[in-house]
């Protein structure tokens, strides 16, 4: 029997290649019940582009553009990154947005 801890890294790792499943399919994986499952992604959501959406296209979702084995910028570095822009050249800002783009951890796209 896995841990908490081993299990929410399993589910991130499951997650990372899957990119989508339903939260029944986890428990099953798992070995848990689905309000654990639930329990496990508001845990892990707080740290990572994983989230839960309930009704059509429902299930567990990770954010397109996240991987867990990419290097991204922190909170910090982007912000620092986003206040020095307005000083630099356009060609230099141009770079700067691409670094940004490239390397800031992906948001997830709020749908109307």
Same mark, same amino acid.
């Given at each position: 029997? +896995?841990?908490?801890l081993?299990r929410?890294?399993?589910i991130?790792?499951?997650m990372?290649i899957q +990119? ?6 986890l ?5 848990v019940?689905k309000?654990?499952?639930?329990r496990d992604i ?8 994983i989230y839960?959406? *309930?009704g059509?296209?429902g299930?567990v *979702?990770?954010?397109?553009?996240f991987?867990?084995?990419r290097?991204?910028l ?6 620092l990154?986003e206040?020095l ?6 060609e230099?800002a141009?770079t700067?947005k ?8 992906p948001k997830r796209?709020?749908k109307?």
């Amino acid at each position: 029997m +896995r841990n908490a801890l081993e299990r929410r890294k399993g589910i991130l790792d499951f997650m990372n290649i899957q +990119r989508h499943d339903t939260v029944s399919n986890l428990a099953f994986e798992f070995h848990v019940s689905k309000k654990t499952i639930f329990r496990d992604i508001s845990i892990l959501e707080t740290k990572y582009p994983i989230y839960c959406l *309930h009704g059509r296209p429902g299930g567990v *979702h990770m954010v397109d553009g996240f991987y867990l084995d990419r290097k991204y910028l922190s909170d910090k570095q982007s912000e620092l990154l986003e206040r020095l822009l307005p000083n630099l050249s356009t060609e230099d800002a141009e770079t700067m947005k691409s670094i940004i783009k490239s390397f800031a951890v992906p948001k997830r796209k709020i749908k109307n």
